[in-house]
DNA sequence: AGCGGTATGGGGGACGACCCTGAGACGACC
DNA sequence: GGTCGTCTCAGGGTCGTCCCCCATACCGCT
């Protein structure tokens, strides 16, 4: 049996798309452009599945989400977007979609994604998982307790130094707080670079985040 | 071209089974029913993905995750269970496999979700993703909600800039990167900073950094 | 027709970042 | 005592950052 899909995008063309592909195979009870549009659409229409761009004038899909889950928290929402950015993808799985898939799907994938939805699974592109997962695991926890061979080619005195750059100090806050002068820091700061093979401050702070020295 | 699969699992006929039915797939580089002589296994075959059962005595899948992270953090685990206990597929995940499928899985699916995971992609049985996404549901970073008043006040133009810049881009890179003038990326910079009450680009990377748009 | 917002640029200047060369002081090691 | 490494600092230079004021062009709104 069919399932009943409401479609929120706000390019016309699109949503005009959706209905010619797939129509056929879900049953589409109702379309909107914008985020009111959409929410007043869905409480009147009760679909199973809401098919939701992410990018929209007026609060994206996060709004719509939002909007709905104060009158009916059973509708599920699988995110279609043109965007397979991170924060996108978080974002909108944290306001409660179930899926997210990009506007490359084909037809039968996108049928197939809206009926496993229904059912309550969550539906990702298989690229888009990985986002996912790393955002909630963290990163992988940097081994503890081996050396750096990189790290112990400095001196003690220039991994201080290293550290207060890649936090974002200027040189001359960093003397401050090291009570060295200017000069003494360019220098610390020099050989660091060189031994590390890096070429200023901006790549220092991503080297240091990368070891988690901040 | 195949990938090289080490297999762990406690029931030697299971294990059979699977070598029979995936082998001709996937290279089975080894095999092994305990913990210990699966990290040592894994250390001298070098598979690229690991099969994992997740109940084993001697600690489990975790241990053997945890034993094999110390000296090659670049396997990938593919998790592999009768179980599908919303607690088992969290705590496997949460150690850093990269998939969980359960055993009910059919053998071309489970030769795919290996090729998947081995190429940096999540894998999960359907039912199990949603459970995964519940149980993060809480943990996920923070993300701005609908609209951001700090971000709105900038222009798209403005915007692409700052994005550049808190990347570590230097005025002249980011100029060449959308074919404008070192003098206009300061001009919108300047108006970045000004409007977002920054004092220098490090700011600038702080501040994208926390809500998430590098 | 004028007004405001946006995007595009130039001139010039102050200051920070980064590099090069050079150098004195101290301690460890042989 | 000599050598080596580390820490300290200086002069002098190039380039990047960030600010000021200024101008042009397009666009939408009134």
């Known amino acids: 049996m069919s399932v009943r899909v409401f479609l929120v995008d706000d390019h016309r063309l699109f949503r005009a798309g959706v ?18 549009e959409a929410i007043a659409g ?20 996060l709004a719509v989400i939002e909007g709905v889950r104060e009158f009916d928290p059973e509708v ?9 950015a991170p924060e996108d ?3 909108i799985i ?6 997210y898939v990009t506007k490359t799907i084909s037809p039968d994938e996108l049928v197939d994604a809206i009926s496993r939805v229904r059912d309550g ?5 298989p690229r888009l998982a990985g986002f996912v997962l790393d955002a909630f695991a963290g990163e992988l926890p ?32 960093t003397a401050g707080r090291l009570h060295i002068s200017v000069k003494t820091v360019e220098t610390h700061v020099s050989a660091v ?16 985040a990368k070891r988690r020295l901040l």
Chains 1, 2 share one sequence.
């Not at 944290?94 to 899926?99: F, K, T, V």
């Not at 699974?121 to 592109?125: C, I, L, N, R, T």
């Open 142 to 173: 940097e081994v503890e307790g081996v050396s750096d061979p990189e790290l112990d080619q400095l001196t003690p005195r220039e991994k201080e130094v290293m550290r207060h750059i890649a936090r974002g100090y200027t040189y001359r806050e």
């Open 121 to 125: 699974d969550a539906v990702f592109s």
């Open 89 to 91: 993808v978080i974002a």
């Open 193 to 208: 670079l060189k031994k590390l093979q890096l070429s200023n401050r901006h790549e220092l702070t991503a080297w240091a």
């Open 94 to 99: 944290r306001a409660g979609a179930r899926g």
């Open 42 to 61: 869905i409480r009147t229409t009760d679909p199973e599945v809401v098919l939701l761009d992410v990018h929209m004038p007026g609060g994206g899909g």
């Open 19 to 36: 209905a010619a592909e797939i129509g056929d195979r879900v049953e589409i009870v109702g379309s909107a452009g914008d985020v009111d």
């Open 76 to 84: 599920r929402f699988l995110a279609l977007s043109v965007s397979d």
